[in-house]
């Protein structure tokens, strides 16, 4: 995502401008808050997270990767990697586009092949991890972690 907006100069009007960015961090933030005291108060229900006819992002239904996709297109410091890293990769003689995209797919192979090993590290370790007390010990401590996270970026100057 970052390296689309980058490719059309999104990315370097969002970092330009003090304003833009303060918003990015501000919705950052407040979704992290969300993310956070929504996980903190899933430990107490159990797997089921969600009921019928409760509020819901509308990102929600993409599950784990819309929240992933928007916990990162809402980070600012991942748009400022793909302006202060990306440059030093490019070559002025030759349209940009190409080049940033060349820099995505290595970019998305290298975390591929990365959360695929992380992947298999938890599947193997799936019997000790996929228990209630288990699971309400991680809902709570990724749920506090969020929260502080989100304080801390909507806080931040």
Known sequence: MHATLAAVGLS???MSSAQALTVVKLLGGIYLVWLGVTTWRSARRGIEVTKRGRWRLPWARLGGFGQGLWSNVLNPKAASVYLTLVPQFLTSSRPVAPQIATLAVVHVSVVL???LFWTSVVA???????TPRFRRGTS???GAVLVSLGVRTVAAR
């Open 12 to 14: 370097a009007l969002v």
């Open 113 to 115: 092949v990365w959360l």
């Open 124 to 130: 193997a370790a799936r019997t000790l991890i996929d």
């Open 140 to 142: 709570r401590l990724a």
